[in-house]
């Protein structure tokens, strides 16, 4: 029991997309977790499984009492060559799942997979006011590599990046 809740971890199938679409949405409008205006529609996320498909990139799902509660994901981190070992990874939490440790079973499951595919980097890019992120990338191992001022505008405000590096 991770706080309350019982998550099973387990591969997204076609199923879930809309899950998926529906906790990027809900991002994308309340938080700065996704640098993004617009709310994807379902082209976007039927593109975006194909994308996940075509290159054999995971997407993990917390399963929690049949709802989608969150997932995780890695994919191209830059799209040339000789950065095809290292990879960028997401990880979302619906909000009424967050702070009960889903977070951490995802992040911990991408990084998992992600060395069972031989991948040596892993990215994440994190707002820099979202401490908790920060804090729990930290408590993993990721170590900050850049703080990018000012990259980005939203809800009327600058935005900071923070750019995390593991070495798997």
């Known amino acids: ?8 971890l387990r591969p997204a199938t076609e199923h879930d997309l809309s899950d998926i679409l529906a906790i990027y949405n809900e991002a994308i409008a309340n938080t700065t977790a996704i640098y993004e205006y617009n709310a994807f529609d379902d082209g976007y996320i039927q593109r975006w ?13 917390a399963d929690v009492d049949g709802q989608v509660a969150a997932f995780a994901t890695y994919g191209v981190f830059r799209a040339r060559a000789a950065y095809r ?7 979302y939490v619906y909000p009424s799942f967050q702070q009960r440790g889903i977070g951490r079973l995802l992040l911990r499951a991408i990084e998992q997979e992600a ?4 991948v040596h980097v892993l990215i994440g890019g994190i707002d820099a006011e979202n401490h908790s ?4 990338h930290e408590q993993e191992g990721f170590t900050r590599a850049a ?8 809800f009327d405000r600058w935005l900071d990046l923070v750019l ?3 070495k798997l």
């Open 1 to 8: 029991m991770i706080k309350d809740v019982h998550p099973v």
């Open 49 to 61: 499984w194909a994308q996940k498909k075509e290159g054999d990139h995971p997407v993990i799902i």
């Open 85 to 91: 070992t290292t990879m960028e990874h997401s990880v």
């Open 115 to 118: 060395r069972n595919r031989g």
């Open 133 to 136: 992120s920060i804090r729990l």
């Open 147 to 154: 703080h990018l001022h000012e990259v980005a505008f939203k």
């Open 164 to 166: 995390m590096e593991k």
